[in-house]
């Protein structure tokens, strides 16, 4: 059998550093000529309409994975959330986590946390803050703010349940800065992001000049296991419906993700 030839990222340490950098260097370059409008501006001062609370619980019992890793994700969550906190959302403006918190160096202060790297636990400077774009990501999906760019950990489900109080299949998987957490306001509406750590959580809430027509609930439906040739496997869906505030009755439903995530724990 001919043997497989490495990609030139998989050379060696070096050729995957010039790897990433060439990813970064061409998402600002993509960024530059799309004349995109990013959300820059922080403000102190609240908007006064509160649509939607949430807060995260830092340090989770994820398996066999190192605690400390845990501990390193608190400061690092500590050190991104004033750089997230009070970003106004004018209309036509995005949303751009990255562009906010930038890299995630040892250097600035970030430590080893968790990451996942090819559907599997791994370590990294920085690890952890995807995290923080999950507790974005679950407040705007209470909003009418309009998701541009998500990725997710897909095909997996990592860890066993501890805690959860939001469904399975709302997470967000990001690297610095090509794969990135994006949200464009394409209302008429003004939003605001606040975000804080108070020791035991990650905080967040999103804020809004004016009240939204509709409200939002998202919940799972359907989710079960299922035994298949090759494992086990988590399903369902995780769908969002859209509430007309006046009357309380639900006018639109949408599936916002269909899982199908094969378990790598022991049952």
Request: aromatic letters at 10%; hydrophobic letters at 35%.
């Amino acid at each position: 059998m001919k043997k497989q030839r490495k990609l030139f990222c998989e050379i060696s340490p070096l050729t995957y550093r010039i790897s990433v950098e060439k990813g970064i260097l061409l998402r600002h370059l993509r960024d530059c000529l799309r004349f995109v409008s990013f959300a820059r501006e922080r403000r102190e001062k609240y908007l006064p309409v509160l649509v939607y609370r949430h807060g995260s619980l830092i340090r989770r019992r994820l398996g066999n994975v190192n605690m400390q890793l845990q501990e390193n994700k608190a400061v690092n969550l500590s050190l991104a959330a004033p750089k997230i906190s009070g970003v106004v959302i004018k209309p036509g403006q995005t949303f751009s986590f990255w562009k906010l918190v930038g890299r995630t160096s040892a250097a600035r202060g970030y430590r080893e946390g968790l990451t996942i790297a090819r559907g599997a636990p791994s370590q990294g400077v920085g690890g952890g803050l995807c995290q923080f774009t999950n507790l974005i990501h679950w407040m705007v999906l209470h909003s009418e703010l309009t998701i541009v760019e998500h990725h997710h950990h897909d095909g997996v489900d990592l860890f066993p349940d501890f805690n959860r109080t939001i469904p399975f299949g709302t997470g967000t998987s990001i690297t610095y800065n090509y794969l990135d957490y994006r949200v464009k306001n394409n209302t008429d509406n003004t939003y605001q992001l606040v975000t804080w750590v108070d020791g035991e959580y990650l905080r967040g809430e999103l804020r809004a000049l004016r009240r939204q027509s509709y409200s939002y609930h998202v919940h799972a439906v359907g989710e079960h296991f299922s035994r298949e040739a090759d494992g086990i496997y988590r399903c369902g869906e995780v769908v969002r419906d859209k509430i007309d505030r006046r009357t309380g009755v639900v006018v639109e439903q949408q599936v916002v993700r269909r899982n199908h995530a094969k378990v790598l724990y022991d049952m």
